[in-house]
């Protein structure tokens, strides 16, 4: 009852020239909104002046009625909503609701989509709904799908989709899609090698990669290298082939990553080194995730020996590293060679113990250390935070 007499406030006073402009963002998440509260909202999209930029309606089951209203909302002419952030994040989309949203949003002015943890799209639902990013007038930026049990098929799609209209997209985050195989990760990167495409960042942690999928990936990128600035290959299995092409990728002249992360990715010994020399030769990488390397199950000292190497090297410009099973000793050595671009070390998930952390704080007390700001953020054995900033 609350939250309707809110929203049904909200939606009058919209309508008011010179109250209207205030309420140019509605955040409505885990509010249990029903088909009223959507109308109310839809209206609050139509109103002539609308100044309604952003909404977020995660996590309400709204329901194929309840899209319906949203929809026409988004298809007024009125209607100048930018972000529709997390907007069904976690509502359950049917393959019906994809279809009307997909259509509503082929005449919107949608920068940024987050339909995150809809885990009911269907491969034909996800058909319906990528079709508005072929209309000559999609100008997203941002589109955000993470874990919707995207298939190879809805994959496809998705990329013959952004393959007729690609300069717009720079933001694509595809992360915990266990089943896209790499049939749908070979679409994709048809996509990423077009000299139009303008992506940025990509996101494909925890999607089941394969070296097949992470070799074809990084040759992708080789061919089309001068825009991505952050990629994220976290919790997948890239092996001795995808790791090399990834590092073809690294020394490409054009290249400009300043963000990578491999956490968690169980690099070998060979593996290991290869990243690391393209690592120590990068001049824009400024953040760094990365886990010591794996055999027979079980870390050696060898990975995090590399890992100092690239902190040591001139070259190197990283001022964000997160680690995991790391030697203090190693680690603050290196630290101490080259000292001044880092700005962040986190160490989260680390059985670091009080000497290791008494080990970290030394350095960072240090007044020879004290030309740059270094937050460290780490949990000890027990699973308390701490946070020193000098």
């Avoid at 809110?6 to 249990?32: G, H, M, P, V």
């Amino acid at each position: 009852a609350n939250i309707t007499y809110i929203i049904t406030q909200l939606s009058r006073l919209i309508w008011r020239e010179k109250l209207c402009r205030f309420f140019s963002n509605y955040r409505f998440a885990r509010c249990e909104l029903s088909e009223t509260h959507c109308e109310v909202v839809a209206s609050s999209l139509r109103a002539n002046p609308s100044h309604l930029t952003e909404l977020d309606l995660s996590c309400n089951k709204l329901g194929d009625y309840g899209v319906k209203l949203l929809c026409d909302g988004l298809e007024s002419s009125n209607c100048k909503l930018e972000i529709l952030r997390s907007v069904l994040w976690g509502c359950s989309l049917s393959e019906h609701s994809c279809a009307l949203l997909g259509s509503a949003l082929k005449s919107s002015q949608l920068t940024e989509l987050d339909l995150s943890q809809n885990k009911d799209l269907g491969n034909a639902g996800a058909n319906d709904l990528f079709g508005f990013l072929k209309s000559p007038l999609c100008k997203l930026r941002i589109l955000k799908l993470r874990n919707c049990r995207l298939s190879e098929i809805s994959c496809s799609s998705l990329a013959s989709a952004l393959k007729s209209n690609p300069s717009h997209l720079t933001e694509l985050d595809l992360s915990d899609n266990k089943d896209l195989k790499d049939a749908g990760v070979k679409e994709l990167c048809g996509f990423l090698q077009m000299s139009v495409c303008k992506l940025q960042t990509l996101k494909l942690k925890d999607c089941s990669l394969s070296e097949i999928s992470c070799a074809a990936l990084a040759s992708a990128l080789k061919s089309n290298p001068s825009h991505l600035r952050e990629l994220d290959l976290s919790l997948n299995d890239c092996n001795d082939a995808g790791v090399k092409e990834l590092c073809g990728f690294l020394l490409t002249p054009l290249c400009k990553l300043h963000t990578l992360r491999l956490g968690g990715c169980k690099l070998k010994q060979a593996e290991f080194e290869v990243v690391a020399s393209a690592l120590k030769s990068s001049q824009h990488l400024t953040e760094l995730e990365i886990s010591q390397i794996h055999i027979d199950g079980t870390s050696t000292d060898s990975g995090l020996n590399h890992v100092c190497e690239i902190l040591e090297s001139s070259v190197s410009k990283v001022k964000s590293l997160s680690l995991s099973e790391v030697s203090c000793s190693s680690l603050v050595s290196a630290l101490k060679s080259n000292p001044s671009h880092l700005t962040q070390l986190d160490l989260r998930g680390n059985n670091l113990k009080d000497s290791g952390v008494k080990e970290i704080c030394g350095f960072l007390q240090n007044p020879e250390y004290t030309n740059h700001t270094c937050t460290e953020k780490v949990k000890d054995q027990i699973g308390d935070k701490r946070l020193i900033k000098l």
